[in-house]
Each structure stands twice: as structure tokens, then as C-alpha cells.
């Protein structure tokens, strides 16, 4: 049987978003659960451009599916090293809203909110704007060198033979931008720290590429076999009551990979928690406050989880 994701994975058009990252009540059982989400992609299944899409954390992925369970997946722990930090906030749920129009995004959020809001606290509640060239709120495109065409599969979904195949390990970060420091550099100065031009969007060469670049840290290498991931992030920006506030604006890094190394590897390097100690540049500018490990199954065993119960 052929291990086809869930519909949406690899739609790239879907410039609008919205990330509901989720805790389960403690009083909420499994059935009462099960029902909700089929009853959201039943939901998403009759509106055409409109994709629901799930993942799990560790412990919520256990109680819907004892019988087994990706044998890499783990909740985030805190990453600490020095003044850098990647605090964990491992959710138990995540529910992916997205479209190439952002007027279906609305009246599916408010179906969302009303089929789970007896079952689950928010524990995240982002919206995503991608513009089309998609560049992060820095002014530099996000995702240049995100694996093509069948290439995308080959890093994004868990091979056959493995527990889970034909799903995801699936990363979520809001990393929150200090958009004011950041846009007071001169250009050179900030397309060091990133590693590739602004406007043109080149990767820098040679001795032109610092050590502690942004890309210098994540295109990593293990015995020979590139660390590629599949991202699928948006710029964020928070509501704000006062221009006084420090705005919360920044990137919601959200990517799929077939092995769990291909997240930890590249979050090592950029923490310096490696042979070299170097770190990533860019992290002077941009804090990670949230971060989960997720499985996102493929469509036939979330549609099996979903019935069984």
C-alpha cells in the first residue's frame, strides 16, 4: 500500500496560516477527542482549497496509539548554553489551518475554537502571512534551500520499514525577531549574520561566509548525508494594544524531516553545543520562546487512529 501524507504536506501555495498548538484536558477522553478531530477533517474535506492537518506530541501520539510509536519521537527539553536558550513547551497537539485563500482561514478557526473548546487548553495561537517571495520579516527569503520535488519527500517523510512511515518528525518554533537592533545594522552587516544577500538572495562564498552565519550553522553535514529538512514557516506578527509594548513580531519556523538528527544536529550547531562552540549569529537577534517535537502521521494511520476509538 502506497504511504501517501496528509493532504496539504507539500502545497506550497497556502500563503495563509494559522497554528494551534494545544494541551489536552485532563478530564478529556480519548473517544470524545478522536470524534472532534474527524469531525474537523471531515469538515476541512468539504471546503476545496482548505487543508486541517494534525500532529502529536510523545504523550498524546501514546494514549491515542498504544500499540506503537515512531521510534525517534521525544517531547523538547530546554536547550541551554551560556546566554543562548531554546525553551521547550512541548505541546500535545497541533492543528494546521492553511490555504492560498486566506478568506477560508476565518470561519474554519472559529470551527476549530467551538468542536475543541470543551477538550483542550491554547497553549499557542499563531497566524502566518507568507508574502511571495517569502521573506521573513528581516527582509530575507525564508527557505532558499529547501529540498524540490521528490527531493522534498526523501527528507520530510520517515522511510518505509520504519515505525510511522510515510509520516513526519515535525518541528515547531516561534522565534520572536528584535526587528528594531536587527534593522539598525548596515546590509553587510546583517547579510553576514544571515549568509546570503538581501536582495538577490545569493549565498555568500568563500571567506565572504562567516563561520557563525546563520547558514553556516544549519546546512550541515553527517557522515556524508546532507541534514536537510522540509520547512514550511511563516512570518508572525502579534496584536498589540500599545505602540509602547515590544512588539511580538517574528518567524513561526515550523519543518518536517524523515530522522529526528536532521532538527538536532542543526540546533546543536547554532546553539554551540558542538566541537567548534561557534554559534549561531543570527540568534542575537531572534530568541526561540517555544519549541515541541511533534509526529504528523501519514493519511492512512491518522485516519486508523481516528476510527479505532
Known sequence: ????????????????????????????????????????????????????????????????????????????????????????????????LHSADGELIPEALITVYQTMESLVDIQLDIEGIKNKQSRDLIGFVDGTANPKDDQRLAAALIPEGELGAGGSYVISQ????????????????????????????????GDAMPENSHVSRTDAEVKGVAMKIFRRSYPYMASQLSLDETPDHGLYFFAFACEMQRFTVQLDRMMGLVPDGITDALMQYSKAKNSSYWFMPNKADLNSVLQQK
Not at 55 to 79: C, H, K, M, V
Not at 187 to 204: M, P
Open 1 to 96: 500500500m502506497k504511504l501517501i501524507p496528509q493532504d496539504g504536506l507539500f502545497d506550497e501555495t497556502s500563503r495563509h496560516a494559522r497554528f494551534l498548538e494545544l494541551l489536552i484536558n485532563k478530564n478529556t477522553d480519548v473517544s470524545s477527542l478522536t470524534v472532534a478531530l474527524k469531525s474537523l477533517l471531515d469538515y476541512a474535506n468539504t471546503i476545496d482549497g482548505l487543508y486541517i492537518q494534525l500532529a502529536f506530541g510523545a504523550s498524546l501520539w501514546d494514549r491515542l496509539n498504544p500499540s506503537w510509536r515512531p521510534q525517534e519521537l521525544i517531547p523538547f527539553t530546554d536547550l541551554v548554553a551560556g546566554d543562548l536558550s531554546m525553551l521547550g513547551s512541548q505541546g500535545d497537539l497541533l492543528i494546521w
Open 174 to 205: 516561534r522565534w520572536q525577531h528584535d526587528l528594531k537592533s536587527f534593522n539598525q545594522l548596515a546590509i553587510s552587516k546583517q547579510e553576514k549574520i544571515v549568509g546570503r544577500t538581501k536582495e538577490d538572495d545569493v549565498e555568500l562564498e
